[in-house]
């Protein structure tokens, strides 16, 4: 298997470096951000704007500060403008007011005066059934005495004033007790980055052997590009309280790790605190509304197994005595197509394995792939097995019925019997796993059964049954509950 290690002083602004940022980012939208931001700190009180920030920055959450101590610097004061200027802002600063308007017409440029009387916006409203909706105002522009619901050609505005942003931006006010020049590291969270896996398995045109492929998926939403950027993963079940009513708690995975590919560069993982810390070999330019695969984990020759699960009644026992005659009786002919893997060192795998999708691929026999069913796994250490539902069998079918009820007119006794056919219309063998449970009370016996089954829980059992090609077979058991 490979693993792949993927009073106030004057006023200035803060120059970003040549370092490169350095993103921690975890699965359930939201990451932490590092950057390096160049200071020329007098002594005192010193204005500070910084714009290198991401639009869904988490103000409570920087943290500015001087890595190598040397300087005492303290934040008096940060504000965070993440509104930056847009065309619908401009028009809503300027609404009242004449602005000119530049329109292309037979080849030449004319420029024309127009009123904004309305700039456009969204609004909320309630509709006839009190619920509320947002509605889009189309603006509206009084060119020559005449007004219009849009706009007249691109709008040419005066200058901005101080007070406005073109992108977002922190503001503080440093206190440094020496003139000094210093690298300062700013770190903050962010929403709007995420990481996932997701799994690629092929199987040949014959056999269950898979060729396992694993990716990662880094969705960059944060409003803002980093480029070549150092990028770290972090797994485990990380707890983050937002603010009511929305409660998120991001679910971090561990990821893989398996022997060194020597021409490749690899992901290195460690342990860090409770959890695990995966970093990618290579600094990766992350763009806004971008989503970045890099592979993490190769597994060849991963022996699977097929498995057919029947189970005709899905109820179970719920914590008292279950008298009702009826149930128990419904019966519906799906056998479910499982397909297992051993995640084993011997296998070809014996890695743990992040959360995700797996998604399962057959060789035609005109040399092209075919999809063939998909499903998500759970975080699964390695020397455990992964089981993922693929769907239901065409050509294998079950029926189950109660064919005998009985309850004592005087003890607290209840003997039913149950039987189970399985038809196997494909033209090889299979083993159908016949799952029953035994949902009336705690306490029972099975008697008459026609196969040996497995005691799965306290209230399941798994009849394993052979069937030959076009044939069929009968499973059938009395189970006697007394309470």
Do not use: C
Request: hydrophobic content about 35%; glycine content about 8%.
């Amino acid at each position: 298997m490979k693993f792949y290690k993927l009073s106030l002083s004057a006023f200035f602004i803060a120059s970003f470096l040549d370092a490169q940022p350095a993103i921690t980012v975890y699965n359930k939208d939201f990451g932490v951000v590092r950057d390096t931001v160049s200071l020329d700190l007098k002594s005192g009180i010193s204005d500070v704007n910084y714009s290198g920030v991401t639009a869904q920055l988490e103000p409570e959450s920087v943290i500015l500060r001087d890595p190598t101590g040397k300087v005492a610097l303290s934040v008096l004061e940060q504000s965070y403008r993440g509104d930056p200027v847009d065309q619908q802002r401009l028009l809503q600063m300027f609404e009242g007011e004449t602005i000119r308007f530049l329109r292309t017409g037979d080849g030449k440029d004319v420029i024309e005066s127009g009123t904004i009387i309305r700039a456009p916006s969204m609004v909320t409203t309630k509709n006839q059934y009190g619920h509320q909706q947002q509605k889009h105002l189309e603006p509206i522009i009084e060119v020559d005495g005449e007004l219009q619901t849009r706009l007249p050609g691109i709008p040419l505005f005066p200058s901005l004033g101080d007070d406005s942003v073109l992108q977002p931006t922190l503001s503080w006010k440093l206190f440094s007790d020496k003139k000094a020049k210093v690298d300062a590291q700013l770190s903050y969270l962010t929403n709007g980055m995420s990481w996932k896996s997701d799994y690629n398995l092929v199987l040949p045109e014959k056999g269950d052997e898979v060729s396992l492929t694993g990716w990662v998926s880094i969705e960059n939403n944060t409003g803002k590009t980093f480029e070549d950027a150092k990028i770290k993963l972090i797994a485990g079940d990380v707890n983050k309280v937002e603010p009511a009513p929305q409660v998120r708690r991001a679910k971090m995975y561990d990821m893989a790790m398996a022997e060194a590919v020597s021409a490749a560069p690899q992901v290195e993982e460690k342990k860090f605190d409770e959890f695990h810390m995966y970093t990618l070999p290579l600094p990766t330019t992350l763009r806004d509304a971008e989503t970045k695969q890099v592979e993490f984990v190769r597994g060849e020759g991963v022996q699977t197994k097929k498995r057919y699960v029947y189970e005709g009644f899905k109820g179970s026992y719920y914590g008292g005595v279950n008298l009702n005659q009826s149930y128990g009786k419904n019966s519906q002919p799906d056998v479910a197509i499982y397909r297992e893997l051993e995640n084993r060192e011997e296998n070809g795998l014996g890695v743990p394995l992040p959360a995700g999708r797996m998604r399962f691929y057959r060789m035609d026999d005109d040399g092209q792939l075919e999809f063939t069913g998909e499903n998500t796994i759970d975080h699964t250490p390695k020397n455990e097995t992964i089981r993922v539902y693929l769907g239901n069998a065409f050509d294998i079918v079950g029926e189950r019925k109660r064919t005998n009820f009985y309850k004592h007119p005087s003890r607290d006794l209840i003997r039913e019997t149950y039987e189970i056919e399985i038809r196997n219309r494909s033209e090889e063998p299979v083993t159908v796993n016949v799952v029953e449970h035994l949902f009336r009370w705690s306490n029972w016996e099975i008697q008459k059964n026609s196969h040996e089954f497995v005691k799965e829980d306290a209230q399941t059992i798994e009849f394993p049954v052979s069937v030959g090609p076009d044939g069929t077979a009968s499973v059938s058991y009395t189970v006697e509950y007394i309470w």
